[in-house]
């Protein structure tokens, strides 16, 4: 099974804009050259009126037709869940326990050790292109659903609006916030004129998810999936998953990696394909945490347990700042897709950070010490 690497940290230029001004002032230039004031009063005119017509850097693209042809990784969760009859369906943590099948997000503060004890189990503690995993879903939940103390917990703080709470209030749960936003700095409140993400804010913290597959249609237009299971399960049956659960080596082909932004308006924080995976650029992607949980989401918490587990996180302890426009560019790519993403172009309600018990005991800080 083959994976793919993307690379998604340059900042981009607008080439056309570029051109436009190059032009504009080569006009100017030649007029200069000429005494006739008039002319250069008239062409400056010209270029005035040219460069008030550009676009704002970064604005949002419109979204291109999906490609045509077979999802061939249309149905396979459900597939998947038909062979296994109910054993991957959520339970009881305490049955889970049995099995010792850990939980996600935990809290990946630096010297964290979970309580449970989950013997041999290893995180990939690499990136997942070198095992030959691809991403096959981007999505993204209210807040963060891990804990970084100091970076991501319950003493960070975020927009406050009254028709925020109420969004908040009838809709999806909001996990821990960053200590990011400050109401006086008009990035992290002026509003933004979204195009193609549904109910986001600026101002507030958003983890986002990229789960990885050796499995996926990994370099074909089928790669990118909803529900993320059809991407994880693209290319495997019910009887191999099977031997690769009891085997132990499912958190050796599945894996996540997260990242938790507060989003500002403000285009020096653009980035142009978040889409595909974590950035990993100066400081942003350079402290992780690795271990071994399970899938997330708010039909689990501390008492209702994900029976699919294990798998691979790899959790940027750090916040960083994006732009608005980088998530509503990603929306717009997330549209160009073959499957349709639609239900992910919203944020998720955020599982409760995992109780001790339930949370594993492999952390690994990047090569810091506990």
């Known amino acids: 099974m083959s994976g ?42 010209d270029v005035d009126h040219i460069v008030s017509g550009m676009e704002p850097e970064h604005a949002p693209m419109s979204t291109k037709s999906p490609m045509s042809g077979t999802n061939t990784c249309e149905g396979q969760k459900t597939t998947i869940e038909t062979y296994f009859n109910g054993a ?20 990946v503060t630096v010297g964290y050790e979970g309580g449970l004890d989950v013997g041999t189990d290893e995180p990939i503690k690499e990136p997942y292109y070198k095992q030959k995993l691809c991403p096959v879903n981007v999505h993204w939940h209210l807040g963060a659903e891990h804990l970084s103390v100091g970076q991501y917990d319950e003493t960070g703080s975020g927009p406050g609006s009254a028709s925020h709470r109420k969004l908040l209030a009838e809709g999806a749960r909001l996990g821990r916030r960053c200590h990011k936003y400050d109401s006086s ?44 299971y059809d991407g994880v399960l693209c290319n495997i ?38 889409m595909r995976g974590m950035i990993v650029d100066g400081d942003k992607g350079s402290e992780i945490t690795y271990y071994t949980g399970s899938t997330t989401g708010t039909s689990r918490d501390n008492s209702v347990c994900s029976a699919w587990s294990p798998i691979t996180w790899q959790v940027d302890r750090t916040c960083h700042l994006i732009s608005a426009s980088t998530f509503d560019k990603m929306c717009a790519d997330m549209k160009s897709q073959r499957d349709d993403m639609s239900d992910d172009l919203y944020a998720h309600g955020s599982r409760e950070v995992t109780a001790d018990t339930i949370t594993a005991n492999n952390q690994d800080f990047n090569g810091l010490a506990p």
């Open 4 to 45: 793919v690497q993307y690379s998604n940290v340059e900042k981009s230029s607008s080439s056309g804009m570029m051109s436009k001004v190059l032009v504009a002032l080569g006009v100017v230039t030649f007029c200069g050259v000429f005494a006739n004031v008039g002319l250069v009063h008239q062409m400056q005119k």
């Open 237 to 274: 049956d019910g009887p191999t998953l099977a031997t690769v659960i009891s085997g132990n080596q499912l958190h050796l082909n599945v894996g996540v990696q997260a990242q938790i932004f507060t989003i500002v308006n403000d285009e020096n924080y653009y980035y142009p394909d978040l």
């Open 88 to 107: 991957l369906d959520n339970g009881s943590c305490a049955d889970k326990l049995v099995a010792g099948v850990e939980q996600a997000g935990g809290n």
């Open 185 to 228: 700095v008009e990035m992290y409140t002026k509003e933004y004129d979204w195009q193609h993400c549904v109910g986001m804010k600026v101002g507030e913290t958003y983890e986002v998810h990229w789960p990885h597959s050796s499995v996926g249609a990994c370099g074909t237009p089928n790669q990118y999936q909803t529900p993320f």
